[in-house]
Every structure is written in structure tokens, then in C-alpha cells.
């Protein structure tokens, strides 16, 4: 318990302000968030029956597409 209110305290003592909107769809919950050194601004949908998460981190050429 203690590791986990540690790794806690990281995320809530900031003084930056962090935002993401978060739009209820059909039946899943979209957020519009940046990722990558640039950034990139992209929409995900949020999963919350799985804790597996990914993003593309550079194109390829042999990988599967996806589209949503």
C-alpha cells in the first residue's frame, strides 16, 4: 500500500494543469490527447473493460493498419 500512495503522490503534487477532454460516444468514451516528443494530437477511445493499452509509436511499412 505504501508503494502505491507513493507512485500516487507523484501524479498529485504538479503545478502544471493537465486536461483532456473526454466525449461520451455511442456506447464507448472518447479522449483527444497528445503523445510523442513532437507531439501528436490524437483521438483514443477508452476501454475501461481492459487494462491493455497502445499507440504506433513510428510508421511501418509491414505492420497491420488500423482505422477506426
Do not use: Q
Not at 26 to 34: D, M, Q, T
Amino acid at each position: 500500500m505504501l508503494c502505491s500512495r507513493s507512485i500516487a503522490s507523484r501524479f498529485t503534487n504538479t503545478s502544471s494543469v493537465i486536461s483532456s477532454p473526454v466525449m461520451a460516444g455511442p456506447g464507448e468514451f472518447l479522449v483527444k490527447l497528445s503523445l510523442g516528443t513532437p507531439s501528436s494530437l490524437y483521438w483514443a477511445i477508452i476501454d475501461t473493460g481492459s487494462n491493455l493499452k497502445w499507440a504506433t509509436c513510428c510508421h511501418c511499412d509491414n505492420c497491420p493498419v488500423k482505422t477506426p
